[in-house]
């Protein structure tokens, strides 16, 4: 069974601001508390195979995810590969609201491993999401 969920938020920045921040994998670090690193693997064209550590539930979890980007519209990914997670799907829809708007849709669909507490995938679909959320728009705002 998985864990899913979607939320959306608006950044006081154009859709263009935010996708650079987005597609910026390697500063996630800087600004999102629980990422220890991200470094992007490979890069060919619109798509970036990205490899992340984070601290969760007190356990450093490593995972590489494949990112396909289309430009100030949008970022879809899926699991390449991950020693916890059996699926992570998900993606970001960015789309104008208004004068220098973003409205801003993040989906996430989480499967863990058989051994791994059911916790992991709740906190990475639900609980976790909001903070998220929140970083990319101050980040995005403060880059704007």
């Not at 154009?14 to 890069?43: C, G, H, T, W």
């Not at 409205?103 to 507490?117: G, N, T």
């Not at 709740?122 to 909001?130: D, H, I, R, V």
């Amino acid at each position: 069974m998985s864990d899913a969920a979607t939320r959306s938020i608006v950044v006081h920045t154009p859709p263009e601001k935010l996708y650079a921040v987005v597609i910026d994998y390697e500063a996630y670090p800087k600004f999102l508390d629980n990422m220890k690193s991200a470094k992007v693997l490979r890069r060919d064209g619109n798509k970036a195979e990205v490899e992340f550590e984070v601290v969760l539930l007190g356990k450093t979890i490593a995972y590489t995810l494949e990112f396909e980007e289309t430009p100030y519209k949008g970022i879809k990914w899926k699991l390449i590969k991950s020693s916890f997670m059996k699926e992570n799907v998900g993606g970001w829809t960015l789309r104008p609201e208004g004068e220098g708007k973003t409205h801003a849709s993040y989906s996430l669909e989480v499967k863990v491993s058989l051994f791994i507490p059911k916790s992991v995938s709740t906190a990475l679909a639900g609980a976790e999401l909001p903070k998220v959320l929140e970083a990319f728009k101050k980040r995005a705002e403060a880059a704007a």
